[in-house]
């Protein structure tokens, strides 16, 4: 049976207390690379060949088993995408939280159920004591995602992972969790790693940021040199399909500057990449981008990216 490669050679660092983003489209390995990181990737099918994972001076690669559960939760949480399908539906949220406590910082019982009645109310919940015996199914879609956040950060670890954080909740409800997020990061000075595809939310939130397609990093730069000098097509691309606010007032709708696609879609990991993959759908490739393979290089600054053709607009 042939391997599919879901993510190649992707390399990043994080400094303590920095804000990372991760962005691309969907299925371009985002999610992947951190619950390998994590060790989360369900072994078989998956399986990790090669590479390194340092944290502190260990490598989260070779760990045993009993490590690597030592590590999550207390040194490096995780909040999913569907907090609906992460919670357990039959144990209270409060319950849920405690059992983090107990596990990792070794709490009593009741102890660990008044510090997840904190959490709660430090998260902006409500009522919380009354919450905390409460379900999944009976919080709504962003206090069940507050309540995600609050079992991340209930062992005060060093990095947290945000995957998606603000998928299907309401703008109003958006800007709540990251501005929540925002203040607890100052509050434990967490390290935070933020996977999106809302360069908005990259904008706001984030120092640095990893430009991620099939696979692969092709572009990472300080965010402010990112936003004004992307050099990657495929960034480019994302940003110029971002929707604009600062159209002028007046301006009549058929005269105002449509948004540009990315024509085609992501690769399949079925079939063999060669060359650029992002050559089948880049208006500036060449002959050498379907041919081979770019390298990833630095420009400057600390902007690396991987293009034969990169720069411009």
């Known amino acids: 049976m042939r391997c599919l490669n879901a993510v190649n050679g992707v390399s990043f660092s994080m400094r303590e207390g920095e804000k990372l983003g991760v962005v691309g489209e969907s299925g371009c390995g985002k999610s992947v690379t951190m619950l390998s990181l994590m060790r989360l990737i369900p072994q078989p099918p998956g399986e990790i060949h090669g590479g390194k994972a340092m944290f502190w001076g260990r490598d989260l690669l070779t760990m045993s088993n ?169 960034t480019q691309g994302l940003l110029s399909a971002t929707p604009r606010l600062e159209t002028a007032p007046g301006t009549r709708r058929a005269d105002r500057p449509r948004l540009v696609e990315i024509p085609g879609m992501v690769p399949t990991l079925k079939g063999e990449l060669k060359g650029c993959c992002f050559a089948p759908r880049c208006h500036k490739a060449t002959a050498i981008c379907r041919e081979s393979a770019p390298t990833l290089e630095d420009r400057g600054n600390g902007h690396i990216v991987s293009c034969f053709n990169c720069g411009g607009a």
């Open 66 to 234: 009993d490590e690597i559960r030592s590590v999550r939760g207390s040194q490096i949480a995780m909040i999913f995408q569907d907090p609906m399908t992460s919670l357990n539906p039959v144990l209270t949220v409060g319950e849920q939280i405690a059992e983090t406590a107990v596990l990792h910082r070794k709490l009593g019982r009741r102890a660990a159920r008044e510090l997840a009645v904190e959490m709660l109310h430090r998260v902006n919940i409500p009522e919380p004591e009354r919450r905390a015996d409460e379900y999944p199914h009976q919080f709504s879609g962003g206090m069940r995602q507050r309540a995600m956040i609050a079992a991340a950060l209930v062992c005060n670890p060093k990095v947290l992972i945000a995957d998606e954080p603000t998928t299907a909740l309401d703008v109003t409800i958006q800007a709540q969790i990251i501005e929540l997020m925002l203040d607890l990061k100052r509050e434990f000075d967490t390290s935070i790693i933020m996977i999106t595809h809302d360069l908005g939310v990259v904008a706001e939130t984030c120092a640095r940021v990893v430009v991620m397609y099939a696979g692969r990093k092709v572009e990472e730069a300080a965010a402010g040199e990112l936003f004004a000098a992307p050099l990657h097509p495929y």
